[in-house]
């Protein structure tokens, strides 16, 4: 979408000054730092974009928010309108690994699940309390319940797509690679990488491992134009799967900062979220 609408543009000024303002003062390199401020201004995102008052959800057949899969382990899981089986989405969210539950991604779950998926959010473990390998296990487990348990979510276990944003695509990500390591690993139709934050040292160690041999399953990546965060990885991320001639789509939004496509009532998110859908319905 190259001209954002005088709602959303409103809804970007917003989010941009609450992030301003939430970190105003902390310093450089602070954020992921100062864990209560950084879940503070994380929450306030939440509660105004991702799950604002008021805002009506999009209709879907049964949407539960807090899942128990194991003890100590939730998920926000919906299931679209239809006899299925459909086609299912495990995702990890955003939020630096360190804040963020998906009880707030209601109203994005609830959209992507309306083109026809089984979207499944785990409420996996939150650093420094826990560890990475603590959250990765947490996926493995989701990945393996939702597969277990797909015939009551009227889902097909042989169309399991894995995704991530933010950090958490990067997560995912690194999931998804550690599976086709392994022989008796999972096996996904797609990968979805919204704004993911494909940087840092771990993530150059993944697309470094990357050759025209490894089994990459097609690969939807979004970003917006006004991302300062993960804008240029995802950009780096594409370059490397066009360099090794692998399936992918890289969708840029005009203007839109992180976060944006998890904000369900923008017009640019619901455009986005929209070409997103469809690349997996072809992928699987």
Same mark, same amino acid.
């Given at each position: 979408?190259?001209?954002?609408?005088?709602?959303?543009?409103?809804?970007?000024?917003?989010?941009?000054?609450?992030?301003?303002?939430?970190?105003?003062?902390?310093?450089?390199?602070?954020?992921?730092?100062?864990?209560?401020?950084?879940?503070?201004?994380?929450?306030?995102?939440?509660?105004?974009?991702?799950?604002?008052?008021?805002?009506?959800?999009?209709?879907?057949?049964?949407?539960?928010?807090?899942?128990?899969?194991?003890?100590?382990?939730?998920?926000?899981?919906?299931?679209?309108?239809?006899?299925?089986?459909?086609?299912?989405?495990?995702?990890?969210?955003?939020?630096?690994?360190? $804040?963020?539950?998906?009880?707030?991604?209601?109203?994005?779950?609830? @959209?992507?699940? &309306? /083109? !026809?998926?089984?979207?499944? *959010?785990?409420?996996?473990?939150?650093?420094?309390?826990?560890?990475?390998?603590?959250?990765?296990?947490?996926?493995?487990?989701?990945?393996?319940?939702?597969?277990?348990?797909?015939?009551?979510?009227?889902?097909?276990?042989?169309?399991?797509?894995?995704?991530?944003?933010?950090?958490?695509?990067?997560?995912?990500?690194?999931?998804?690679?550690?599976?086709?390591?392994?022989?008796?690993?999972?096996?996904?139709?797609?990968?979805?990488?919204?704004?993911?934050?494909?940087?840092?040292?771990?993530?150059?160690?993944?697309?470094?491992?990357?050759?025209?041999?490894?089994?990459?399953?097609?690969?939807?990546?979004?970003?917006?134009?006004?991302?300062?965060?993960?804008?240029?990885?995802?950009?780096?991320? $594409?370059?490397?799967?066009?360099?090794?001639?692998?399936?992918?789509? @890289?969708?840029? &939004? /005009? !203007?839109?900062?992180?976060? *944006?496509?998890?904000?369900?009532?923008?017009?640019?998110?619901?455009?986005?979220?929209?070409?997103?859908?469809?690349?997996?319905?072809?992928?699987?």
């Amino acid at each position: 979408m190259a001209i954002i609408s005088e709602r959303d543009q409103a809804i970007v000024n917003a989010y941009n000054n609450t992030v301003q303002t939430g970190f105003a003062g902390t310093g450089p390199g602070t954020p992921l730092g100062n864990i209560p401020v950084y879940r503070k201004v994380m929450g306030d995102i939440d509660d105004n974009y991702l799950a604002p008052p008021k805002f009506v959800a999009t209709p879907v057949a049964s949407f539960q928010a807090e899942r128990v899969l194991r003890p100590n382990l939730t998920a926000a899981v919906s299931v679209p309108k239809g006899s299925g089986p459909f086609p299912i989405l495990v995702h990890a969210h955003g939020h630096g690994l360190r $804040a963020g539950h998906p009880n707030k991604y209601e109203p994005w779950i609830r @959209l992507m699940s &309306s /083109y !026809g998926f089984v979207v499944v *959010f785990p409420d996996y473990r939150l650093q420094p309390e826990s560890t990475y390998e603590d959250q990765v296990d947490d996926m493995n487990f989701a990945i393996q319940w939702a597969k277990d348990n797909a015939r009551e979510l009227k889902g097909n276990p042989d169309k399991m797509i894995l995704g991530g944003d933010s950090a958490g695509g990067r997560m995912a990500f690194d999931v998804m690679m550690r599976h086709l390591d392994n022989p008796a690993g999972a096996r996904f139709r797609a990968f979805i990488c919204v704004d993911g934050q494909m940087n840092g040292p771990e993530a150059d160690a993944m697309l470094e491992k990357l050759t025209p041999q490894t089994p990459l399953p097609p690969i939807y990546m979004e970003a917006g134009s006004a991302d300062t965060n993960a804008g240029q990885p995802v950009v780096r991320f $594409a370059l490397k799967l066009m360099q090794l001639r692998k399936d992918f789509q @890289l969708d840029c &939004s /005009y !203007g839109m900062p992180h976060d *944006f496509i998890k904000m369900a009532q923008m017009d640019a998110a619901k455009e986005s979220n929209r070409r997103m859908m469809e690349f997996l319905k072809k992928a699987v």
